[in-house]
């Protein structure tokens, strides 16, 4: 978006630039367009145009071309799986995930084995930049109702991502107090552990956590800790 040379590591993070980029790969990502983006700089302190926005966005997925093809399988493959009525015998499948119908729920099973649920799934015929589309509709709760939810590509993606985060994270917490770290908690992305001060380490405890499992084979996962007497943001 700004053209900054040099490692991006090296980029002040307390800077509009720095803040600016980090928005963009956390909420275009999954989508996220022009206006949108606009809102949710404001949110993160960053005031910025449409104009701006929009352009930012372009070069996102200029960049990134495959992350937004993948927004386009993921939705194409669940909208198949409620047309078709697939069955996880019989699933449509893309890469490492598999889309089939369980009774009233459509399920996306993640390379963990785990499976996000929709319930009462629906393909809605619309209009999309003037052509006729499919949209996914399922039901979910709110305020102890069930309520119609229209969803997309990149929502989906943006579920199966964090679900597959949620994963690693709590693999992580496992390997943890295998090795004798005892996790009370987690703040979001993080694991919170107590061990006596002479024992272990925070280079040990990130090297533990980061140990993949088989089906994330080759995926690049790294943690940074610290260490405190009382637990800090």
């Known amino acids: 978006v700004f053209s900054i040379p040099g490692d991006p590591e090296l980029i ?17 990502g999954y989508g996220l367009g022009g206006a949108k983006f606009v809102a949710y700089s404001e949110k993160a302190g960053v005031e910025i145009t449409e104009a701006f926005a929009k352009q930012a966005v372009k070069s996102y997925r200029t960049k990134h071309r495959k992350i937004v093809q993948f927004w386009y399988d993921v939705e194409r493959c669940a909208i198949a799986a409620v047309q078709k009525r697939s069955t996880k015998q019989a699933p449509i499948v893309l890469r490492n995930l598999t889309f089939y119908m369980d009774a009233q729920w459509l399920c996306i099973s993640l390379p963990s084995g785990r499976s996000l649920r929709y319930y009462r799934p629906r393909v809605i015929p619309v209009e999309k930049y003037g052509q006729p589309s499919y949209q996914l509709q399922f039901k979910t709760e709110f305020r102890g109702q069930l309520v119609p939810e229209t969803t997309y590509g990149g929502k989906l993606v943006e579920n199966i991502t964090q679900a597959v985060a949620r994963d690693l994270l709590v693999k992580g917490m496992f ?23 002479d024992a272990g380490s925070v280079h040990e405890l990130e090297q533990i956590v980061c140990k993949l499992p088989e089906w994330a084979d080759g995926l690049p996962l790294s943690a940074e800790g610290f260490e405190s007497y009382r637990y800090r943001k």
């Open 12 to 28: 002040d993070k307390s800077s509009t630039e720095y803040k600016i980029g980090k928005n963009l790969v956390l909420g275009c």
């Open 175 to 197: 390997e943890a107090e295998a090795h004798g770290y005892a996790v009370h908690g987690t703040v979001h992305d993080e694991i919170i552990t107590e061990q006596d001060p």
